[in-house]
């Protein structure tokens, strides 16, 4: 007859190394499932990230399309002309805004003098009214283009460093953005593995196989 204790022994060897294989399995079945995650997650992020990577550079693209739109013919003329006419009317000569009916003491002793001299210092003062208008003009159309308060350089520098400004926010967020890929690259998967409490049982396991063992072969030998 076997020793029972043998044949105990025997049972739990089977046992725990059934167990084990299950064991195995389910640690090989989780930790597929966790490399599948992780690989939809990278995937999920990488589509993300090149998303977000092309709305930024896009955006900067528009800013300086603006920009180089905004410092074209057109919208430059119609910039300039529009403060040229601003630097006019500030410059414009206060003969033109003296009210209806006002004669000074010059106006009033031409009037005594006669008709040919009134007429004289009139023409005079059309022609001299005239120039200054001209002189005028012609330096509103420089400060238009010059340094004005809106002029073309000012304009110009306002929009290229806005521009610049756009494109530098811009590219100061992809980098960011790509620090944050980084890391998340990194993200690596969870690990399973079989804990201690199988180990444990499968050290109980193989003492009692050792018994198991003993035991058979005690019998075999005829010692039992």
Known sequence: MCDPIGMIGLAFSIGSQVMQYQAQQDVMQKQQAANDEWLAYQRFKSRQHDATQEAMRAKADASRTKTLGELGG????QAQETEQARLEENMAPTVDKVPAGFKS???????QAGGRIEQHYADALTNATREARQRMQDLAVVQ????????LANRANSLLGQSQDDIKLQNDMRQ???????????????????????????????????IAGKSLGQAAAGQV
């Open 144 to 151: 238009s283009t010059t340094g004005s308060q809106f002029g």
């Open 74 to 77: 057109d919208p430059t003329r």
């Open 176 to 210: 960011g953005d790509l620090a944050v890929w980084g890391v998340q690259k990194a993200v690596e998967p969870i690990k399973y593995s079989i804990g201690s409490g199988a180990g444990a049982f499968g050290g109980i396991a193989q003492g009692l196989a050792g």
């Open 105 to 111: 003491i010059g106006d009033q002793l031409l009037g």
